[in-house]
């Protein structure tokens, strides 16, 4: 089964809210990261939080990371129309030898004006 | 302009048809990957390569091959062996050293969309 896993599947807000992304997962990370995608698109690199980090700002985006609770989430604040998106969080962790990035199903969210 | 390119951006195929997707990266970057997404869905690796001349199976090989002859380049064949080829496929890379690559990060071609016909 996935790594991560996202909630929710799809949402939708008025531009100017504040947009919030939940990430589970279910082993031990070196990091996690998250990534979105604009439909038919590749990936772009949004922000990497480390383990030993609980919080990171970028902009308009916070990420919070609890490794008690193996869950994480992405904030985008003062959403605007271009945010409209997929999110896909990713978790680094050695399995089975390596080192692998294992992405969620996303959120797709979608910014109404 | 730094980047990786993945090529053609659309691709067709007709069953029983071995096809070949390009990856190509000016990055200097070590390690390459090939992801499969389909409607709706995240990613799954399908191989990678850490290093040239050597390549690893993910989660999804089965059906495909890959290469890695030169470090700029990462070709995969979707074989015919592989029996629900239509999707999307991306290509990213990463590097080992610090400088204009963010460590741990993966950077991404803009995918092929492949469709069998």
């Known amino acids: 089964s996935q790594q991560g896993e996202e909630d929710p599947q799809a949402l939708s807000i008025q531009e100017g809210e504040n947009a919030t992304m939940n990430c589970s997962y279910k082993t031990s990370i070196n990091n996690l990261q998250w990534y979105r995608q604009n439909s038919g698109r590749g990936l772009v690199h949004l922000i990497l939080?480390?383990?030993?980090?609980r919080e990171k700002h970028s902009g308009r985006l916070r990420v919070t990371l609890d490794t008690s609770k193996k869950s994480s989430s992405l904030l985008i604040t003062a959403s605007r129309a271009a945010d409209t998106a997929s999110y896909f969080c990713a978790t680094d962790a050695y399995i089975q030898g390596a080192q692998k990035l294992v992405f969620g199903q996303g959120t797709r969210l979608t910014i109404n004006p | 302009d730094g980047g990786i390119t993945q090529s053609p951006k659309y691709l067709f195929r007709k069953e029983g048809q071995n096809v070949t997707l390009s990856c190509e990266q000016n990055?200097?970057?070590?390690?390459m990957y090939w992801y499969r997404q389909d409607p709706g869905q995240g990613l799954r690796l399908i191989y990678y390569s850490q290093i040239v001349n050597d390549f690893q199976k993910g989660d999804i090989a089965e059906g495909y091959s890959v290469s890695r002859e030169k470090k700029e380049s990462f070709p995969l064949t979707v074989t015919s062996a592989q029996k629900n080829p239509t999707a999307f496929y991306l290509c990213?890379?990463?590097?080992?050293?610090?400088?204009?690559?963010?460590?741990?990060?993966?950077?991404f071609g803009p995918g092929t969309r492949l469709t069998v016909l």
């Open positions: 990213a890379s990463k590097g080992r050293t610090a400088g204009v690559s963010i460590l741990d990060t993966q950077y």
């Open positions: 990055l200097n970057h070590d390690a």
């Open positions: 939080i480390r383990s030993n980090e």
